[in-house]
């Protein structure tokens, strides 16, 4: 068990260009998770899978946002056209359900739009 | 809507005294509450949870927290604090109404002092 791994670390991109990140959860666990957060405040829940499917997304997400957990192992957060307002820590998070709900995080990828 | 607060920024204690972090919630069915902790340069990390069962749950590292249910509170505690104890923690929240969003609150940096 190598826990959560998360790829790249770090991104910086200029306005409006599409930036994809990847998360790699713990093997065993079907959910998977992925938040945002900023400077100063908690992670912020965009959307979670189980499995391959995508069972709950946030209302404060964006269409240029998406996530996809094709095979149910990794999965791939991408965004369109970015806005410094994007400009944050991407974090994964995943976890096995029932009584383990605790998730276990990766170190995150923390995203800079110039 | 479910909601996290933790009233305070920071928390001051001295090494060797009883820390407490306050976390209250706001729920619509039954809550799953959980308490994380970030080190500097490090992921979150998963500190103890309250799912059911006993009101008083304990962790990792010697912490504990007590569920109230009529004060809506999950306040982590430890009898002794230490200074490697310093860091930023995250109280969460979901509720047992079939969603599986996560709420963060905005966390609390404790500084134990030698």
């Known amino acids: 068990d190598t826990g959560v791994s998360q790829d790249p670390r770090h991104k910086i991109t200029k306005r409006g260009q599409n930036v994809t990140f990847r998360c790699d959860p713990i093997?065993?666990?079907?959910?998977l998770y992925w938040y945002r957060q900023t400077l100063g405040q908690g992670p912020e829940f965009l959307t979670y899978f189980q499995n391959e499917a995508q069972l709950e997304k946030s209302r404060l997400l964006s269409d240029r946002f998406s996530a996809e957990r094709p095979k149910g192992s990794f999965s791939t957060l991408e965004i369109q056209r970015t806005e410094q307002g994007d400009s944050a820590m991407y974090l994964c998070?995943?976890?096995?359900?029932?009584?383990?709900?605790?998730?276990?995080f990766g170190p995150g990828t923390r995203l800079t739009v110039t | 809507a479910q909601s996290v607060a933790q009233p305070e920024d920071q928390v001051n204690v001295a090494e060797g005294n009883p820390l407490t972090v306050k976390c209250t919630y706001s729920?619509?069915?039954?809550?799953?509450l959980f308490w994380y902790v970030q080190y500097p340069n490090r992921g979150l990390q998963f500190l103890l949870k309250?799912?059911?069962?006993?009101?008083l749950v304990k962790g990792s590292y010697g912490f504990e927290a007590e569920f109230n249910k009529s004060q809506t509170s999950f306040h982590l505690k430890k009898p002794s604090a230490l200074v490697s104890d310093s860091a930023l923690y995250f109280c969460?929240?979901?509720?047992?109404?079939?969603?599986?969003?996560?709420?963060f609150g905005a966390g609390t940096r404790l500084f134990v002092k030698a």
């Open positions: 998070a995943s976890s096995l359900g029932g009584s383990r709900e605790e998730q276990y």
């Open positions: 309250y799912i059911t069962g006993d009101n």
């Open positions: 093997s065993e666990h079907n959910r």
């Open positions: 969460a929240v979901r509720d047992d109404t079939g969603g599986f969003k996560t709420i």
């Open positions: 729920v619509s069915g039954n809550p799953y």
